[in-house]
């Protein structure tokens, strides 16, 4: 069995031993994504899994105040279950002496041989180098029963129409790069239609009557995380990236992979990968801790079993089958007991989207308030004479956004890398609106 038939079977496993309450309705599809940690000795731990395909339009950001998840794709539900997952591992570390954890390092400073690793050269007597670094024996597999929205799954978008003409779709007449009158999406970004234009950011794909939405594709939004690692702006605050912090596995059905559309989303590879003119500007940042690391989707083997995921999405004709509007989130510590969420509308399940009359209890643990809350947890663990700026620097944030701009070193190389790769890729807007509160 190959690696990644052992990733897929873990996923589509584990997926089945959920409740029913987690799994879409009859004549519902759903795509579920899985994120898979492999240990030295060559174990397979299921940290994340989440199924989903909606995320809330731009007008409702507002009023989210950080107890709605924006983007319930099942791909970014994942990664923010991992990041869940890894913050979960720092408590249990800070809580439990005993614990030997294969998944991060504690750069505790009263103890210099658990500072050093092979992955980073940081003067460890920087404030602010991060307390913990993930382990650079661990590696991190991603498994999705369909291939990220956005420019990666186009060629299955083109092949799925009976009539290839692209969907229409108003255009603005802009100079770019020194380019008269060449036609651009305008705003909102394109999600499916306009699909004979590749290589562009696009936005969650939607009906065409659905409210607008800012927030990037899957595909946009792995770009990234090529460059600035799987950790969030609030877990780098503790977790120093290194060469364990990228994914180094991707693994789609065997029918779900098209290497053309793969290479140009995600590569700078001749004559199309889209990364081709961000290259040279990452090159050139002198930017320490984060670097490049391209994803390589690979496909199951054509002999695995994939029917044993009965949710996959049905082909063009099947006109009643249709997405399932529930997203199901499962994160699993080893050490603590499973979370298993399911939500709808970027909340959990029972819970109006814009209710305030059970505060807090509506939001998801991956939200933005319950994951400050538990960042602000896990640095009352640290010890009093440690990491003082650090946590000077957290405990000072007054909203959000000051959160998520701290200014300690590890998280400002990840904002600039951001920066710089979202001015890059041409039709990047920003998703704002849910930052300017705090608890």
Same mark, same amino acid.
């Given at each position: ?28 599809? &759903? ?61 249990? &570390? ?346």
């Amino acid at each position: 069995m190959t690696l990644e038939d052992r990733i897929a079977a873990l996923a589509i496993t584990t997926f089945s031993s959920l409740p029913a309450k987690c799994k879409p309705r009859p004549q519902e599809w &759903i795509p579920m994504t899985a994120i898979i940690l492999q240990t030295s000795d060559e174990i397979l731990h299921l940290a994340s899994l989440a199924t989903g395909s909606k995320c809330i339009p731009s007008t409702t950001l507002p009023k989210a105040t950080g107890l709605v998840l924006h983007d319930c794709h099942s791909e970014i539900l994942a990664l923010r279950g991992l990041n869940h997952f890894l913050l979960q591992d720092a408590q249990q &570390i800070l809580t439990d002496p005993d614990y030997q954890s294969p998944y991060l390092i504690y750069n505790n400073r009263n103890n210099c041989n658990n500072i050093k690793n092979n992955d980073n050269n940081d003067d460890n007597n920087d404030p602010d180098t991060p307390p913990f670094t993930l382990h650079p024996s661990i590696s991190i597999h991603l498994f999705s029963t369909e291939p990220p929205c956005g420019d990666a799954s186009m060629e299955f978008i083109i092949s799925a129409q009976q009539d290839p003409t692209p969907w229409s779709l108003p255009t603005t007449t802009t100079t770019n790069n020194n380019k008269e009158n060449t036609p651009h999406p305008s705003n909102p970004l394109p999600g499916r239609s306009y699909f004979s234009t590749l290589s562009i950011v696009r936005r969650k794909p939607s009906r065409p009557d659905a409210p607008p939405t800012l927030s990037k594709s899957c595909t946009d939004k792995l770009t990234l995380k090529q460059f600035t690692s799987v950790l969030s702006s609030l877990s780098s605050i503790l977790i120093l990236p290194t060469k364990a912090a990228y994914i180094k596995t991707f693994t789609v059905p065997f029918d779900k992979f098209n290497q053309e559309g793969y290479t140009r989303a995600f590569t700078p590879s001749p004559p199309n990968g889209r990364l081709s003119t961000c290259m040279h500007l990452v090159d050139n940042t002198g930017i320490e801790d984060y670097s490049f690391h391209p994803l390589s989707p690979t496909p199951l083997s054509q002999s695995f079993p994939f029917t044993s995921y009965p949710y996959s999405k049905p082909p063009p004709q099947d006109t009643t089958t249709k997405a399932s509007n529930i997203s199901t989130l499962y994160i699993n510590h080893p050490r603590t007991k499973p979370i298993t969420e399911v939500l709808i509308s970027g909340v959990k399940q029972g819970n109006a989207q814009l209710s305030t009359v059970r505060g807090d209890k509506k939001g998801s643990v991956v939200c933005r308030k319950r994951m400050w809350l538990f960042l602000r947890q896990i640095v009352d663990l640290l010890p009093s004479n440690q990491y003082l700026d650090t946590k000077t620097k957290i405990e000072s944030s007054s909203t959000y956004f000051e959160l998520k701009e701290i200014n300690i070193h590890s998280t400002q190389s990840r904002i600039k890398m951001k920066h710089i790769l979202t001015g890059a890729l041409n039709g990047w807007e920003r998703n704002i609106g849910d930052d300017d509160w705090g608890l």
